[in-house]
């Protein structure tokens, strides 16, 4: 397996991979999930693509976007990749609405951060709506903090980063 399995107190990630993909079709075509995210609710092909970016990016560097399990049922994604506005190695969380409410992305997200960080990555952004509280307190709580105000698409983004020292 490329990467690291990683567990927290209820979780286990693992890098995303092929045997993921009928899940990832769920998660990025659910609007709950993922209308907020940078270029919308995606469909199969899209996946299909991103899913083929995701396996390479691990075998490049040895880091990337893992899924998340709770007892053994997917509920979603967190992790890390290039982001496409040459922002940087972007720090991203994702989870189907029926899973929100409990902590769960906070969870995930912190563990995956600690990987990407222990790997030797030096410096990671997150980037959120102005109006995304729930994101903005995750962040927040991880150790991001915000850096930088953008507009894009007529949205106030807030730009996050966290460096290794």
């Known amino acids: 397996m490329l990467g690291r399995e990683i567990r927290t107190a209820r979780l286990v990630l693992t890098p995303v991979n092929w045997p993921d993909l009928e899940d990832m079709v769920a998660l990025k075509g659910n609007a709950g999930a993922f209308a907020r995210m940078l270029g919308g609710v995606r469909n199969r092909t899209t996946t299909e693509q991103e899913m083929a970016e995701d396996v390479s990016f691990w075998a490049r560097r040895n880091v990337g976007i893992f899924s998340i399990r709770e007892n053994g049922r997917f509920v979603g994604i967190t992790g890390v990749h290039e982001r496409p506005d040459g922002r940087g190695l972007g720090l991203r969380f994702s989870i189907f609405p029926w899973a929100a409410g409990r902590g769960i992305a906070r969870e995930a997200a912190a563990a995956a951060l600690r990987y990407v960080l222990d790997s030797g990555e030096k ?30 698409d007529g949205d106030t983004m807030f730009l996050y980063e966290i460096t290794a020292d």
Do not use: P, Q
Request: zero cysteines; glycine letters at 6%; hydrophobic letters at 35%.
């Open 123 to 152: 410096r990671i952004v997150a980037v959120t709506r102005e109006d995304n509280l729930a994101s903005r307190t995750v962040l927040g709580s991880l150790g991001l903090r915000h850096t930088t105000t953008f507009d894009r």
